[in-house]
């Protein structure tokens, strides 16, 4: 099965600070995605990237900034952390075909205070 | 761009009794539509996604039939049970990379 890490699950920020959510795929995908959920939006995609060196905006990418250094690694970096973006955010990889699904890490909980 | 639309945010029913959550797609092009479940406390993960030809996707005991003149996907199963509560979203994809969700059905099944 398709291994996602994400990492911290758990981070609390100050407004203002900046802030980085990794994550690590090892089934060598090519797409890799960062959604945020939140009650009453579902699962809002804010980057996400086609490989290595490639970033794009999703549907709400302002205030967030993306890097894919690898194959294996997605970042998501909030530069000025607001109380706005307090939320759970997933990241989650699949192939690049339509019809393959993707598979999720468990999930960030970020706290922005 | 691709839209999916869930109208329902919360559905609570009985166990034993038919569920139908809705799901309905806008694109540009032919889509092809993912139904993703969410346990409480865990991650989302795949449950049935569409065919390119006329076959009806199933998994435990759930099926969607994909409308194109209609632009729906519904999820259907024919009797509840309590451990399908959970969180449910639709999803389109058209272009290899780009996975739109709706805004999640959440699913209450009551003894």
């Known amino acids: 099965e398709a291994a996602v890490t994400q990492s911290p699950r758990n981070k609390v920020a100050v407004t203002g600070g900046k802030v980085t959510l990794s994550c690590n795929q090892t089934?060598?995908?090519?797409?890799m995605y960062w959604y945020r959920q939140d009650t009453g939006h579902g699962l809002r995609l804010i980057h996400y990237s086609y490989g290595a060196g490639s970033t794009e905006k999703g549907d709400i990418p302002d205030g967030y900034k993306a890097s894919r250094p690898s194959q294996e690694n997605f970042s998501l970096i909030l530069e000025l952390a607001t109380p706005s973006q307090t939320s759970v955010y997933f990241c989650?990889?699949?192939?690049?075909?339509?019809?393959?699904?993707?598979?999720f890490g468990k999930g960030t909980r970020l706290t922005v205070v | 761009g691709d839209s999916v639309t869930q109208t329902e945010g919360l559905v609570t029913l009985t166990e034993g009794l038919p569920v139908m959550l809705n799901c309905t797609y806008q694109?540009?092009?032919?889509?092809?539509l993912f139904w993703y479940v969410q346990h409480l406390n865990e991650a989302p993960k795949l449950l049935l996604k569409s065919f390119t030809d006329n076959k009806r996707p199933e998994h435990q005991g759930f099926h969607a039939t994909l409308h194109k003149s209609s632009s729906s996907f519904h999820l259907q199963k024919s009797s509840a049970q309590l451990s399908d509560s959970a969180l449910y979203y639709c999803?389109?994809?058209?272009?290899?990379?780009?996975?739109?969700f709706g805004g999640g059905t959440r699913l209450t099944v009551r003894p």
């Open positions: 989650a990889s699949g192939e690049n075909n339509a019809n393959t699904e993707v598979f």
């Open positions: 089934n060598n995908h090519n797409n």
């Open positions: 999803a389109s994809n058209n272009a290899g990379a780009k996975l739109t």
């Open positions: 694109s540009t092009y032919s889509p092809f």
